[in-house]
T-cell receptor, first 111, second 114 residues
Framework: DQQVKQNSPSLSVQEGRISILNCDYTNSMFDYFLWYKKYPAEGPTFLISISSIKDKNEDGRFTVFLNKSAKHLSLHIVPSQPGDSAVYFCAAGEYGNKLVFGAGTILRVKS | NAGVTQTPKFQVLKTGQSMTLQCAQD?????MSWYRQDPGMGLRLIHY???????DQGEVPNGYNVSRSTTEDFPLRLLSAAPSQTSVYFC?????????????FGQGTRLTVV
């Protein structure tokens, strides 16, 4: 029973274009959501987060959108760069509780 | 500024052997956890701890033990290794437990059980 789902195993985007990574969740108790980026042979690193009281959070080229009614969030990367090629994990949690991760999406940015 | 340190980075075990994966953090984080990463499965929580002396099970705890005698260390023990435990293991920490803070991850331990 996956509480956090990333239905696209991979995504390929041209350099300079927008990358959109999607994530769905089932647990309405989740209070905050995070995106992590992971390069091969490294641990995941935190990218951006959003609280359930917001619908958008922006940090440079990265924007996360949250649609609570649809239990859906997305990560937009604009413009995409070759260095963005990595695995992106969506995670969700309740305040003070453990994080639940999705299966990840492999992003390839072609130059 | 070490952050979260995991040792070893690589390990090969024979079926039935036991071993301990080490995890140490120097950020005084209360919350520590162990995940395993398998293809198509993402990061699945094995065990976690909200402070010294307190541990609890995650999604996939069978075959693993943990203890938390200090704030800094959170070792993961494989009691009798099985091929199904071949995976990449990540330790993570964050604080404080009451707020929505991000977790910091170690670089991982790649374990192969033959």
């Amino acid at each position: 029973d996956q509480q956090v789902k990333q239905n696209s195993p991979s995504l390929s985007v041209q350099e300079g274009r927008i990358s959109i990574l999607n994530c769905d969740y089932t647990n309405s108790m989740f209070d905050y959501f995070l995106w992590y980026k992971k390069y091969p042979a490294e641990g995941p690193t935190f990218l951006i987060s959003i609280s359930s009281i917001k619908d958008k959070n922006e940090d440079g080229r990265f924007t996360v959108f949250l649609n609570k009614s649809a239990k859906h969030l997305s990560l937009h990367i604009v413009p995409s760069q070759p260095g963005d090629s990595a695995v992106y994990f969506c995670a969700a949690g309740e305040y003070g509780n453990k994080l639940v991760f999705g299966a990840g999406t492999i992003l390839r940015v072609k130059s | 500024n070490a952050g979260v340190t995991q040792t070893p980075k690589f390990q090969v075990l024979k079926t039935g052997q036991s071993m301990t994966l080490q995890c140490a953090q120097d950020m005084n984080h209360e919350y520590m956890s162990w995940y395993r990463q398998d293809p198509g499965m993402g990061l699945r929580l094995i065990h976690y701890s909200v402070g010294a002396g307190i541990t609890d099970q995650g999604e996939v705890p069978n075959g693993y033990n943990v203890s938390r005698s200090t704030t800094e260390d959170f070792p993961l023990r494989l009691l009798s290794a099985a091929p199904s435990q071949t995976s990449v293991y990540f330790c993570a920490s964050r604080t404080p437990t009451g707020l929505a803070t991000e977790a910091f991850f170690g670089q991982g331990t790649r374990l192969t059980v033959v």
